[in-house]
């Protein structure tokens, strides 16, 4: 069996949020532990990651440190994050397995994700990203061109693009690497964005493509039979911190995005994890499963959590 494992913020970053070397380094090796006990069994493993508190950092470098050395875009945050979160997870991941006497070997492929240019959100960008600053710095950083938004209180957030991820360009090589057996992570941070120009080249654009969607996608390119969506809730609930609040368990396609039409899932955080699991047995994926990490062997070995299935 082939799963793709979609590790969320909690697994890469301490309960608070901190993402401290340290802090990474320990969530990391909690999430590698779950999947080490899962690679006992008769498992193929694609994990992707995401990213956000980790750009949010180079991004504060970037504005601190812009009169020394140049700031780097966006896209390059999204590469310099999976190489140093892929290294992080190869790390903690090798440590888990040589514990249990599991033979397995780890590769991180440095991942492009295809993104159309003329997507609606390079003119309506949604996406809030890095730390909030006062009215006067934000107008600063509007006048060389970025898009921020007034937050009231908190003061002012960039927002950028978050397109829809079309094609996984590097998928192939990471399907190589996982059929010849090894543990691949990939696609990290949903992808680096790339437009492909008129003359057929390849650019990196500033956005950032949603790390589920993109797991949908990359899941469903390396033939994935289960996309597991792993994050610090055990299931999808409905009336979500209300006292009617419901655990959805088994369900289909359908009977998720009705759910989600009513408003149960919020837009920036459980709402994609529901668009993913939908899409990836939608497009002919087998079973979606969002859960936490405590249940993660469970989730692929039997039922726990909320399994998206076929209509
Ligand atoms: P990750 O960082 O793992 O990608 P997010 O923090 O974006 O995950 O999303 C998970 C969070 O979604 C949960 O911690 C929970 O607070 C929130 N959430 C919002 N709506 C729901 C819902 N209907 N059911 C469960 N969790 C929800
Ligand atoms: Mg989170």
Known sequence: MRVLLALGGNAMTNADGRARPEDQIAAAGVAMAAVADLLQHDVE??????????????????????????????????????????????????????????????????????????????????KPIGRYLPADEAALLIEHGETWEDR??????RVVASPEPLQILDAPAARALVDAGFVVV?????????????????????????????AALLARTVDADVLVIGTDVPHAVLHYGTPEAADVGTVTAAEMRAYAAEGHFASGSMGPKVDAACRFVEQGGSRAVITDLAHLAVAITGSAGTVVVPN
């Open 186 to 214: 990939a696609n990290g941070g949903g992808g680096i964005p790339v437009v492909r120009d008129h003359d057929g080249t390849l650019r990196g654009v500033e956005a950032v493509i949603d790390k589920d969607l993109g």
């Open 152 to 157: 009231g209180e908190k003061g002012w957030r």
């Open 45 to 126: 493993v694609v994990i992707t990651h995401g990213n956000g508190p980790q750009v949010g950092n180079l991004l504060v470098k970037n504005e601190l440190a812009a009169a020394v050395v140049p700031p780097v875009p966006l896209d390059w945050c999204g590469a310099q994050t999976q190489g140093t979160l892929g290294f992080v997870l190869m790390d903690a991941l090798d440590a888990a397995l040589a514990e249990r006497g599991v033979d397995r070997r780890t590769a991180t492929v440095v991942t492009r994700t295809l993104v159309a240019s003329n997507d609606d959100g390079f003119t309506h960008p949604t």
